[in-house]
């Protein structure tokens, strides 16, 4: 019976501690169950993809998809920023220059569940490098002098 009561607390105790606390104003929502990394906060995950925004990022809105098998998880992230804001984080991300279109691979489904959508042709996109163990890809839309910037960054 000690033995039946021991067992019980420990999976409270271990469900408790896999819970998310409360959920980050930046997150877009989560499902029910969702895996996320440490506490699941913006700095937190930023952290984890070797991810830093801007100083002057507007609008920060991010997911991120823990997996218990496999990957590292993949996060969505999207804000708003200045050419300058933009041109520094590129540089920091360590992804190519910006070309015409959108990423490849990139099928106008990707972040569909968080209100991303691609029209049109003028999306300027850059992705990272195959080695290291985060690749980016960003795709990038301006209008009214800002750039909307949306961000896919994988553990490979």
Not at 41 to 64: G, I, N, Q, W
Not at 80 to 97: E, I, M, R
Not at 135 to 156: L, P, Q
């Amino acid at each position: 019976m000690l033995s039946v009561v021991v067992c019980a607390i420990l999976a409270g105790v271990a469900a408790w501690l896999l819970l998310p606390g409360e959920a980050d104003p930046h997150d877009y929502l989560r499902e029910r169950g969702d895996v996320v990394y440490g506490d699941g906060s913006l700095a937190t995950v930023l952290a984890h993809y070797d991810v830093s925004l801007p100083d002057e990022a507007a609008d920060v809105r991010f997911h991120d998809e823990e997996s218990l098998i496999g990957s590292e998880g993949t996060l969505f992230l999207h804000f708003k920023v200045s050419d300058a804001g933009l041109t520094s984080f590129l540089q920091t991300l360590n992804v190519g220059p910006l070309m015409p279109g959108l990423p490849a691979g990139w099928d106008g489904s990707e972040g569909q569940r968080f209100g991303w959508s691609f029209p049109g042709s003028s999306w300027r996109a850059a992705q990272g490098p195959a080695e290291g163990t985060v690749t980016a890809s960003v795709a990038v839309a301006r209008a009214g002098g800002v750039n909307s910037v949306y961000v896919i960054a994988e553990h490979v």
